[in-house]
């Protein structure tokens, strides 16, 4: 029970609505000349995509070339205003593997000026992509948050940034011998992207196997 309260969206959030439902689930992109600048730059897997129209929005066309029906699901999102990070699913059938469906995991941080996106940089879980599309095995999709949308920006903590740095410090990886180790992988690293724009105490995920 309680009254009527306000959720419009933090900005960047609206912002990353416009980047989920009205550009990658919808297809779109000629929404990317609204929600991005044109040196925008996609960082991934050492890779560098530099560039909204000769270079991302191809790459991008070439995904959905193989994934006529991509879909993108967001789990959370964490932001303090000027840095967004989000974890989310994307799913799909891919022509090139018979039809066979998979959905993997990804983070991305995300830079934007106020009005446009900057920089994104972004990890996919596409090993556990390529063992389900090989196999015929998909994984279930993990059921996406309520509303991400309504996500306030919250403040940076110096005391979780420290932990944070400590952690990377000690270079912990996890050898992916399955999906399952390289999810453990992708939620450790949420957690330390949530690390630098959410305060200590609130854990973004719990790694359920």
């Not at 995904?63 to 964490?78: E, K, M, S």
């Not at 090993?127 to 403040?155: H, I, K, M, N, V």
């Not at 399952?180 to 196997?209: C, D, E, Q, W």
Request: net charge negative.
């Amino acid at each position: 029970m309680g009254g009527d309260v306000d959720l419009t969206p933090d900005p960047f959030v609206a912002l990353m609505w416009r980047y989920v439902v009205e550009y990658t689930n919808a297809h779109d992109p000629s929404v990317c000349d609204e929600i991005m600048v044109p040196g925008y730059t996609l960082h991934m897997g050492g890779h560098d995509v530099v560039g909204r129209d000769d270079a991302y929005k191809p790459a991008a066309a070439a995904q959905y070339r193989q994934f006529p029906n991509l879909g993108i699901v967001a789990h959370d999102i964490v932001s303090n205003g000027d840095r967004l990070a989000l974890q989310f699913s994307e799913h799909g059938a891919s022509n090139r593997y018979g039809g066979n469906a998979a959905s993997w995991t990804g983070i991305g941080i995300y830079d934007w000026n106020g009005r446009q996106l900057l920089e994104n940089w972004v990890e996919q879980d596409y090993l556990a992509r390529r063992l389900q599309l090989t196999t015929g095995e998909p994984t279930p999709l993990d059921p996406p948050a309520l509303d991400p949308w309504t996500t306030p920006a919250e403040p940076a903590n110096d005391e979780t940034e420290r932990i944070a740095r400590a952690w990377l410090a000690t270079r912990n990886t996890i050898t992916p011998r399955s999906s399952r180790s390289v999810k453990r992988l992708f939620i450790a690293r949420m957690n330390v992207a949530g690390a630098f724009v959410r305060p200590i105490g609130r854990t973004v995920h719990s790694y359920r196997p």
